[in-house]
T-cell receptor, first 115, second 112 residues
């Protein structure tokens, strides 16, 4: 069976510090990978998605970046955090299905507080 | 990009009553309509989905209906129970159709 691991679960960082959130998927090959952000009491905002190693699509221009160094590893980074970067970050994966969206399987999330 | 609007933002019902949440979308080419449930502090989980070739799908106490002409779809929960209390999200294909664009969420509270 497939599993998704996301860490760290919680993070408190000062403004201007760097960020690295990591996500790995097990039990499947060549998954589509996603990063979403959820602000307090708000919906899910798509940040990045990837359909293959080194292939990253950005949905929202901001000071965050994503990388996919291995098939089942997805990393969300920032060089300098802003207060507005606080939120609940969710990694997700889906089966490769060409150009058709399908079920997303979410990780447990990483709660980031920027002070 | 795809726009999806979800209503209501909060919903409180008595245990045993029904709950209905509605979403409207803008892209008439959308063909996949899932609903997700998010419990506190966790990631969302798919509870039911429907493709555009059918108008309704049921799974025990939950159902989704789709009106492609009006571009809206709804989640129906019957005989609600306290464990149904959560935040529910609708979604439609966005992000080049390989990702999902989510609605703003509905916080459902089932009063025992």
């Amino acid at each position: 069976s497939q599993t998704i691991h996301q860490w760290p679960a919680t993070l408190v960082q000062p403004v201007g510090s760097p960020l690295s959130l990591e996500c790995t998927v097990e039990g499947t090959s060549n998954p589509n990978l996603y990063w979403y952000r959820q602000a307090a009491g708000r919906g899910l905002q798509l940040l990045f998605y990837s359909v293959g190693i080194g292939q990253i699509s950005s949905e929202v221009p901001q000071n965050l970046s994503a990388s996919r160094p291995q098939d089942r590893q997805f990393i969300l980074s920032s060089k300098k955090l802003l207060l507005s970067d606080s939120g609940f970050y969710l990694c997700a994966w889906s089966f490769t299905s060409g150009s058709v969206a399908g079920e997303l399987f979410f990780g447990e999330g990483s709660r980031l507080t920027v002070l | 990009g795809e726009n999806v609007e979800q209503h209501p933002s909060t919903l409180s019902v008595q245990e045993g009553d029904s709950a209905v949440i509605k979403c409207t979308y803008s892209d008439s080419a959308s063909n996949y309509f899932p609903w997700y449930k998010q419990e506190l502090g966790k990631g969302p989980q798919l509870i039911i989905d429907i493709r555009s070739n059918v108008g309704e799908k049921k799974d025990q106490r939950i159902a989704v209906t789709l009106n492609k002409t009006a571009k809206h779809f709804s989640l129906h929960i019957t005989e609600t129970q306290p464990e149904d209390s959560a935040v529910y999200f609708c979604a439609v294909p966005g992000g080049g159709r390989r990702a999902l664009t989510f609605g703003s969420g509905t916080r459902l509270q089932v009063q025992p």
